[in-house]
């Protein structure tokens, strides 16, 4: 007789699993996961504008890309990006960036009009080597070389700690829709960009290992070798929309916990918000801590009820993936051209000898 995990179990006397679901979860796992990720409040009342101030920062999203793009197969497709400080390069999803052909980059669009176009070359696009084209391994990331460096829009700079726990502004030019409509986002409003606010709960390895440790199968360490995954979900206010909160109770661990959002000012990522930005105010400007990867409806994949409306893939209950900025400092800078701040206290020091050395012969 198999013995199931506690997790398991708890989901079986729920009416959520069968015995062979729960043994066979983690097939479920990276399909349910939607490469896309706009956030779901009512359009007309969540534009970010031009000039916009948030915690005061005028101009604290004019930063966010619209990535507008044609790929190999002639279809078009959009998304979002982050400018990055010195203006010459845009973060982004590496599954944004792997199979364009054309790509324009807009700042500030709003009304249908942008502020500021560049444009990028297919060879200018850095996608990580870790990018195998499978969500949630941390390596859903890549740069974008602007054909004109931006001058007027200060980029941002990086979150340089593990955020997990933080309130985020969550900024991008997806598609939109109310939390509790059960119909498909849509591109409703898409002539404006769209913000929200949530929270960082637990980062992606930490929560399948917990849930691995619970069913059998579920969880491959190697799966999480490029980077961190950071995850949110969409609270409703109420607890039976709490979806990380019921499956951590469910799993029994202390791990992460989740409260019941940010009530009116909650929103979570939806299509075409790939590669858009999740920021962290660190007292005096918000920083950039995640670059949107994934949506997942985690509860139609445990089978359990926390999922407001099954048509909305961004509906109250459901989670989002972002790659976590903190765990690629070092491949951004390296590909910008920008050491590590040992190797330059090093290259001083070298300098420094090397001039003391010449100096020498002279004295």
Known sequence: MKVLSSLALALLSAGALSSAQASTAITNFGKDLVPFTGNTSAPADWRFLPGQSFNGVAGAL??????????????????????????????????????????????????????????????????????TGDLDTGADIALLRLDEAVTTIKGYKLSNTLDIGKDILVAGYGTTQKADVNSPTNWNDWMYGHYAWNKIDVDSKTFNKAVGDAIPGWYDPDYYKFGMTYMSDFDSGSEGNNTLQILADAVGTSLWSSDTGHGTDEGLI???????????????????????????????????????????????????????????LAWINAQMGIPEPGSAALALLALFGLGAVRRRPRA
């Open 270 to 328: 939806a299509g075409g918000d790939s590669g858009g930005g999740d920021f962290v105010w660190d007292g005096t400007q918000f920083l950039l801590t995640g670059v949107h990867s994934w949506g997942w409806q985690a509860c139609q994949s445990f089978g359990l009820s926390c999922d407001a409306a099954k048509k909305n893939g961004s509906s109250y209950g459901d989670l989002s993936g972002s790659t976590a900025v903190y765990s690629h």
């Open 62 to 131: 004019d930063g966010v890309a619209m990535l507008s793009f044609q790929t190999k197969d002639g279809n078009s497709y959009a998304c979002s990006g982050s400018l990055l400080a010195g203006g010459q390069y845009v973060l982004t999803a590496a599954h944004c960036a792997d199979d364009f052909v054309k790509m324009k980059v807009d700042f500030g669009w709003a009304g249908g009009a942008s502020t500021v176009s560049r444009s990028v070359a297919v060879g200018n696009a850095i996608v990580h080597s870790g990018w």
